[in-house]
């Protein structure tokens, strides 16, 4: 069969150069024979299923070659111009009847095939590629994320495109992967289109999925909070939607503030169980999260039974759980393992506050005008148990007197003004009533429902300046003072001397 090729070809070169007395130079030519034999690698393709079209791409000139067996031919020729240089072009390309192609080879002509007015170039069909693969198969818009494509038939010179964008640094490492650099696209799924040099090409649909940038959390100020819920947390980082959700752990957070920009998220910490670590995240909208470890802590303990403020319930279950010693017990406030009077007192000098209350510590005093008050609720309520328990603390530690007292005046004797003190170990209504030394009234001094204590000192003892209930200077001499505070009475002397 190749023999009958050169002979046809022969033939036609000889009968139109010499037998019409033509002469070729050695860089151009009238006519050329552009021939070769087609070598199908794919089971799928004969040479009976093609058509061949050959091209020279300089001169813009193409026509179809014919086909002989495995073999192919087509003849140029125009003797008022040259077609063919040295240098030029040849391209030619296979195709099947439906106009699907299966092959494209080019060569330059060279010196030699101008001389010999023939250019052989053989067709090689090569099998179609095949994506199997991609990984991963998700990537940023901005483009530039590493893929890897495997599957079968890859060749050198092969082009992929996602989306309709081709992608970058197209690297062909074997005949079953290629590596590259995504192209820029837009959020959502795009085709896979992988074409080999010779124009065959395979598209996987739908096989990469462009997403944005993943969020990123930088900071979470403050990094923990009451396990009662309701503290402002701010999250730092990038890239956050503004359709973002936030979790802490499996609570999804309301209303969260996402700053425009993407790179803040204001949120209100929900309310959760148990004390320790969670996992906070930021989720976007495509699915991408950012996560980092938030902790709940108990930052109010002395709310026992976590209803927001310190009250009357808060000391029962302390006191009901009195000297027990195990773990996890509510009454255990310090948390050392045993519910003991330093838990009562810890519940009673926080009596009355409430949760997120942006006061600053109370000093001491105040802590035991918290003890009093508390103390004072427990026996109201016939609480006898922690009742009990905290006033002996208070008694034991110099803060509440044994007994009632009323003290006496200082100084005495006086002129013009003198400091009654007294005690009190309940709270009560107090007046003090003022008498001359036959019996007869001279001043009541109201001081109004008093709580339980020692007022000893100038700005809480009683204060009498030697006046009358009229405002008139008493004279000198003698007076009782007698003290009333619910059924308690006392009566002790003080001389005016002027």
Known sequence: MKQKQHTFSAFIFCSLIFGLGFTVPNYAANIIVVKGEI?????????????????????????????????????????????????????????????????????????GDIAAAVAEINMPIYPTPEIKLVSPETGVTAGETPIKITGLNFRAGVTLKVGDNPALAVTVNSESEITALSPAGTVGKANLTITNADGRSHTLPDAYIYVNFPPQILNVDPASADVAGGETVTITGKDFNAAATIKFGDQLVTEPVIAAEGNTITVITPKVEVAGDIVLAVVNPDGQLAEATFTYIVAFPWDVNGNGTVDIFDLVTVASEFGQTADGLAGDVNQDGTVNIFDLVAVASHFGETVGATAAPNAVPDQISQLKQALTQLEAARQDLPAQLLRQWLVTN????????????YPNPFNPE?????????????????????????????????????????????????????????????????????????????????
């Open 39 to 111: 070598k199908s690698l794919d089971a799928t393709i004969t040479a009976q299923d093609l058509q061949i079209i050959i091209a020279n791409r300089e001169h813009k000139i193409s026509q179809q070659g014919l086909i002989d067996g495995q073999f192919y031919q087509a003849t140029f020729l125009d003797f008022t111009r040259s077609i063919a240089e040295v240098g030029d072009t040849f391209e030619v390309v296979a195709k099947l009847k439906s106009g699907e192609i299966v092959g494209n080879i080019s060569r330059k002509l060279t010196d």
């Open 398 to 409: 110099g803060h509440l007197p044994a007994k009632n007292r009323l003290l006496p005046n």
């Open 418 to 498: 003198t400091w009654i003190p007294y005690q009190l170990t309940h709270a009560a209504d107090v007046q003090l009533s003022i008498y001359d030394i036959n019996g007869q009234p001279v001043r009541q001094i109201e001081l109004g429902h008093q709580q339980m204590g020692v007022y000893t000192s100038i700005s809480q003892a009683i204060y009498w300046d030697g006046r009358n209930e009229s405002g008139e200077v008493v004279t000198s001499g003698i007076y009782f003072y007698a003290l009333q505070a619910g059924d308690f009475t006392q009566t002790q002397k003080m001389i005016l001397l002027k």
